[in-house]
């Protein structure tokens, strides 16, 4: 492997000269190489530069060419990707991937800079799609020793073969620290062709039968462009294929194989790619291990390893690390070091990271992990000109994008929105649109601030699968406003559930589609109207009332959205108590969520209505007054109905310790009981509810110490469930309550006096001494009045 690549990194460009006499003696150049390999991509440039070929062919659809001039833009900036979907099933889609260190890339740029035609040779697009769904394991009729040797990487046998057991470090060594020579710029060529060779001698396809197929199709192109361009051709294609497109084969047998190929209609233009979906842990097959690493080899003028670490050394200070310059010397050093040690050309990814982690992090993983995310890896998104075909719900978006100032970014972030300006609530819009769509380029979050209504937060990540999310979005309309109207109308007609379709009408506020809202409005009070089911009516009823706040918060007309609530709501009032008997355990943790959620809702929708006649509140209160009363209601429902009526104000503490006493008299049975106590005491302020009244934690005592042993073992993962959701502080003080005995009830051990803070009366001594803080506080001198030291005494009382 000592001649295949020769020379130094940072080689000079080799000037413009006629062909050299052997450079198509044996018929076209093909020049194999690595996708995405950078010591590839220089050493394309450099035959190029030495061959000047009459034409380029380079490995990809066809039906890509006349997107090449493209490249000549400046607004196409890598990494990018062609793409290429099925006409009639915008979903079935492919990508070629493209960075600025591809040899591909290169070689288009090569051409369009020196007006040398260049053309894509691969298997059309069409068919690539047709056959998508084809598993590409091995086909039937494949031999064992071919089956055994499926999927063979190339890279990690020529590895093993030279006595590497890390494929990417001996492409390094082998490549990337080596840059082409200007007295052989084809040695590499003809080097990787020889070994390219011996593996395909002794594993056939690779466990790649479709490669077969592939390279009758690039044949095929080649013989076409020797017709018309003679011997002077080019070819850049990944250096598997060399050997087969040097073989001597018919074109009636090349045709033998294209014969009977599935099609499909396909359309192909440019999309923006990034770095992470370069590298092979995002799934791509060609993938590599550091696409961010890899661009600085291709970029970096020369010294490499220094113009890396001092990137390190800047990520790392714009995250708060101290890092000095002579942090990034001693690094160097190291680096260059271990490269010795290691027997290695230059130092690597390997030895830059060991440096790194060892100078630069001190020794950690954490800061290291930021480097391998952020250098190594990277989040540059590639940029697509105008001028790329696209569909026209691709470009309403880019519009859109513009306007709002919104620019796609692979790095992700955090937007906050505020919905009373007209900018953020414009882009809030936008982006509830594309969600309903599918396109996700935002994801809602949980504000850090204000939770109203009038705040929204959006964490933003562009990923390069959202161009096929629009392309298949592009048949509900052309603009994103009049696709996101049209597919909300069809789901409203296609929804099979209720809350689907109040799920809906919500986006639909969100989103600002007013257009679809009546639509929308008329299948839910159809949809209303037929279904009987308690609990499908009161899963509906929440995300009606959420759409009303929404509404008033973004100007929209809501009236016949609140007509629709207000009927839902009596609905759920008259189906509530007949559905809440007799269920069973996981029936009645069902619906208590439901009646927490409809309590809440009818509180919102009341304040809504404010003003109309139909005050919703009480004929609500009354539903749970039945629910608290009626013994054939679960336990836990009739609990969590007496808590919410005592949150309300509507009972008083008499009666709430009424009601509790005779839920936890001897007759009622434990698991029953600890239910009604677990409806009561729990979810959120139940604890607090114990701390702050004496009685009914005297009560829960003592029912809970007058349980029988036998049955204790049955209620004790209730009353585990139930207290264990307090926070550590009120479990804390309930124990101390308990063992001190509060308020002289069951359990109570210890005098008033001997407890402090547990006395019916507030202690007027340990009141008043607080005072003198007060007055600190305040600015108060001791001579002022008696008048304040009451006033301030009632505040420490």
Request: glycine share 10%; net charge negative.
């Amino acid at each position: 492997m000592d001649r295949l690549l020769p020379g130094l990194p940072g080689g000079e460009r080799v000037s413009e000269s006629p062909p050299p006499a052997g450079a198509f003696e044996a018929g076209p150049l093909l020049l194999g190489v690595r996708h995405h390999g950078p010591g590839s991509a220089r050493a394309v440039r450099a035959a190029l530069d030495a061959a000047s070929p009459a034409v380029v062919l380079i490995e990809g659809p066809p039906e890509a060419d006349p997107l090449i001039p493209l490249a000549a833009d400046p607004g196409l900036r890598p990494p990018v990707a062609l793409l290429a979907h099925a006409v009639d099933e915008p979903g079935r889609s492919a990508f070629w991937p493209l960075a600025e260190f591809s040899p591909e890339w290169v070689a288009i740029r090569w051409a369009v800079e020196h007006g040398v035609p260049a053309r894509f040779i691969d298997l059309p697009a069409t068919h690539t799609l047709a056959r998508q769904e084809d598993t590409e394991d091995t086909e039937d009729g494949d031999t064992e020793e071919e089956a055994e040797h499926a999927r063979v990487d190339p890279l990690a046998a020529l590895a093993e073969a030279a006595g590497y057991d890390d494929p990417e470090r001996w492409w390094e060594d082998a490549v990337e620290h080596r840059g082409p020579g200007r007295d052989e710029p084809f040695a590499p060529f003809a080097a990787l062709e020889d070994a390219m060779g011996a593996l395909r001698e002794r594993y056939g396809d690779g466990g790649r039968p479709r490669d077969l197929v592939r390279e009758a199709y690039m044949r095929l192109q080649i013989r076409a462009a020797r017709k018309e361009s003679g011997d002077a051709v080019a070819v850049v294609c990944g250096a598997w294929h060399v050997p087969a497109l040097r073989a001597k084969t018919t074109v009636t047998a090349d045709r033998a194989l294209l014969k009977g190929l599935p099609k499909v209609k396909a359309d192909l233009t440019w999309v923006p790619w990034t770095h992470r979906r370069l590298a092979r842990s995002s799934g791509y097959g060609a993938g590599i291990d550091s696409p961010g690493w890899y661009a600085h080899l291709f970029g970096a003028p020369d010294r490499p390893v220094e113009r890396w670490l001092t990137k390190v050394a800047g990520l790392l200070r714009e995250e708060d690390r101290i890092v000095s310059s002579a942090h990034v010397i001693e690094a160097v050093r190291l680096a260059d070091t271990l490269a010795v040690m290691r027997g290695r050309p230059l130092p690597g990814l390997t030895e830059t990271t060991d440096a790194v982690r060892a100078v630069l992090c001190e020794g950690s993983d954490v800061p290291l992990s930021l480097v391998y995310d952020r250098l190594v890896v990277g989040d540059v998104l590639g940029e697509v000109p105008e001028s790329a075909p696209a569909v026209p719900l691709q470009r309403d978006l880019a519009r859109e994008q513009r306007r709002l100032r919104l620019k796609p970014e692979a790095l992700e972030r955090e937007l906050e929105l505020d919905l009373r300006k007209d900018t953020d609530a414009a882009r809030g819009r936008l982006l509830h649109r594309l969600r309903l769509l599918g396109v996700g380029w935002g994801e809602p979050a949980r504000s850090r601030g204000s939770t109203g209504t009038f705040r929204e937060t959006w964490r933003l990540r562009w990923e390069p699968e959202l161009s096929v999310r629009i392309a298949e979005a592009g048949v509900w309309g052309t603009t994103v406003l009049g696709a996101a109207t049209a597919k909300a109308e069809a789901d409203a007609i296609g929804a099979r559930a209720l809350a689907d379709v109040t799920a809906l009408a919500e986006q639909c506020l969100l989103a600002g589609l007013p257009d679809a809202l009546p639509v929308v409005m008329r299948v839910l009070a159809d949809r209303a109207a037929l279904d009987a089911d308690v609990g499908h009516l009161a899963r509906a009823l929440p995300a009606l009332v959420r759409s009303l706040r929404y509404g008033d918060v973004r100007g929209t007309d809501t009236g016949a959205l609140a007509d629709v609530a207000a009927a839902l709501a009596e609905r759920v009032f008259i189906g509530l108590p007949p559905a809440c008997t007799t269920l069973d355990t996981d029936a009645a943790q069902e619906m208590r969520g439901h009646v927490d959620a409809v309590h809440g809702a009818v509180g919102l929708l009341s304040e809504t209505l404010t003003g109309r006649d139909d005050d919703l509140r009480p004929r609500w209160r009354a539903v749970l007054r039945t629910l608290s009363q009626r013994d054939t209601v679960p336990g836990l429902l009739r609990g969590r109905a007496v808590r919410l009526l005592l949150d309300d104000g509507e009972l008083a503490a008499d009666d709430v310790a009424r009601l509790m006493g005779l839920a936890l008299s001897p007759g009622t049975p434990p698991g029953d009981a600890a239910a009604w106590v677990e409806g009561f005491v729990g979810g959120g302020g139940g604890g607090l509810l114990l701390v702050h009244d004496e009685r009914l934690l005297a009560l829960v005592d003592a029912w809970l110490t007058s349980v029988p042993a036998d049955a204790f073992t049955d209620v004790l993962p209730l009353l585990r469930r139930t207290f264990s959701a307090y926070e550590p502080g009120v479990r804390r003080t309930l124990g101390e309550l308990v063992r001190r005995g509060p308020g002289g009830g069951a359990g109570a051990t210890a005098h008033p006096a001997t407890s402090p803070g547990f006395a019916p009366e507030p202690d007027a001594g340990r009141a008043d001494a607080v005072l003198p803080v007060l007055r600190l506080l305040l600015g108060l001198s001791p001579e002022q009045g008696q008048p304040m030291d009451d006033d301030l005494a009632g505040v420490g009382a």
